[in-house]
């Protein structure tokens, strides 16, 4: 990978290889389908969404119960998800249903917007890529689900360093925590070309 570099218009452009787009586009399509709502198509347009006048006043015409959940969801099983989607309050259960209750729904659809917003300007057989900032800040945000995902499943703690020298290079974890020190490399990229 060439590393991100910042252009005139105030983006930024970086070069991948074929297989660092393809595995880029596995990780973050994992991630999206992960915090999908079952059976719903992460890339159909959010019904809360609006992008003018007319679907803002529907929104504030339309009964305030109608898609609100009866009762407040739960934490998920899934630590990844449950990493990807947190509880506000951890020693109050109640609280942290309610707060996920109003929460849960935004944080999920920017999380999905976001990945779908990398996939759209990932070219699928790697190559040049040029982002504009809001290309950018979707990378940034879709590369930390990426991270924060395959942190829980590594579970990677501040010795990050110490616990990938004790593997073996033979062991199939070895591989994911290179993947994940290559994600961190191409995220810090990314902000130094930002900043």
């Not at 930024?12 to 389908?33: H, I, M, N, Y």
């Not at 969404?49 to 803002?56: E, G, R």
Request: proline share 9%; charged share 25%; aromatic share 6%.
């Amino acid at each position: 990978m060439e590393p991100f570099r910042p252009t005139r218009g105030g983006g930024v452009r970086a070069w991948l290889a074929a297989p660092e787009a393809s595995l880029l586009r596995s990780l973050v399509g994992q991630v999206l389908t992960l915090i999908a709502p079952d059976g719903s198509d992460p890339a159909a347009p959010d019904k809360r969404s609006w992008n003018n006048v007319a679907d803002l006043e529907a929104l504030l015409d339309s009964p305030a119960t109608q898609d609100e959940p009866q009762e407040p969801p739960q934490t998920p099983d899934d630590p990844v998800l449950a990493r990807l989607l947190p509880d506000g309050y951890r020693d109050d259960p109640d609280a942290a249903g309610e707060f996920r209750k109003y929460t849960e729904p935004g944080l999920s659809t920017a999380k999905q917007q976001a990945a779908l917003q990398m996939l759209d300007s990932l070219p699928d057989a790697g190559g040049r890529i040029q982002l504009t900032q809001d290309q950018a800040q979707a990378w940034l945000k879709a590369l930390n689900d990426v991270r924060l995902a395959l942190g829980v499943r590594l579970d990677v703690t501040e010795d990050f360093e110490q616990q990938w020298a004790e593997l073996n290079r033979e062991d199939p974890q070895w591989a994911a925590y290179e993947v994940y020190a290559w994600l961190g490399a191409v995220q810090e990229s990314l902000v130094q070309a930002l900043a």
